[in-house]
Structure formats: C-alpha cells, structure tokens
C-alpha cells in the first residue's frame, strides 16, 4: 500500500500534468504563510492539501517498519517531496518550492505521528487487561 501511495502522488503531482503549468520555483521560506496574511486566496488551502497528500505516507510508513524511528520518516517525506519538486522544477510541470516541501515532511512526520500514538495507545490497553 505505501509504494501504491507513493506511486499516486507522483502521478498527481508529476505523471498527469502538462508540461508548462505553473512553472518556475521559489525558494523563499514560509512566503505562503505571508501571503496568506496578506489575504491572497487559495494558498492556505494548497498548504493544508499539501500537509494532507502526505499524512498516508508516513501512516504507511510507519506501519511497514515498525523499528522506524520519527528521522526516519522525516528523511522519507524530504526525499519524496524534494524528488517531485525536482522533477517538476526540471520537467517544467510544476512550481518547485521550499513551502511544499516543508508542508509535505510536515504531513508525513504528522502521519509517523499517528502510528507511534496508536502503538502508545495499544501498549497502554495491552497493560491495563493485565492488571
């Protein structure tokens, strides 16, 4: 499921599209979040998508390797997210940006998140049925 799920977001965000949509980049930091309030519309919503896409990844993640740790999972949502703006940077497809890219680990660290309370959580139930 995760390599299903990896395979989706890279047809969303590179197979499907036409070359020359929105192409170029910016590699300024946090400039959405200063757009937003300034009252430019539609960039909180591309953000919280963004952070969204890769919750399942990390889900996904976290649940196929169970010894993973919260790095690990961050160096996974870098490399996928930074391999797509790449690719959309060189394959003129997209706008390559450093927000996406921070949105997108943030979304996949958020989903690692999930697994580890979950694990918690089960751990806790486990040791109050012994008692």
Not at 21 to 50: C, T
Request: proline fraction near 2%.
């Amino acid at each position: 499921m995760l390599v299903a799920c990896i395979y989706y977001i890279f047809d969303t965000t590179i197979i499907s599209r036409k070359v020359g949509e929105g192409v170029g980049y910016n590699l300024h930091p946090f400039w959405s979040y200063k757009a937003i309030h300034e009252g430019r519309e539609g960039l909180m919503q591309q953000d919280v998508l963004n952070v969204l896409m890769f919750v399942p990844v990390g889900l996904l993640f976290g649940l196929s390797f169970r010894s993973a740790k919260w790095w690990h999972a961050l160096l996974v949502g870098l490399a996928l997210s930074f391999s797509i703006e790449l690719l959309q940077y060189l394959l003129h497809l997209g706008f390559a940006e450093f927000d996406d890219v921070f949105h997108n680990v943030l979304g996949c660290l958020v989903g690692f998140g999930v697994v580890i309370v979950g694990k918690l959580c089960v751990k806790r139930v486990r040791q109050l049925r012994q008692k």
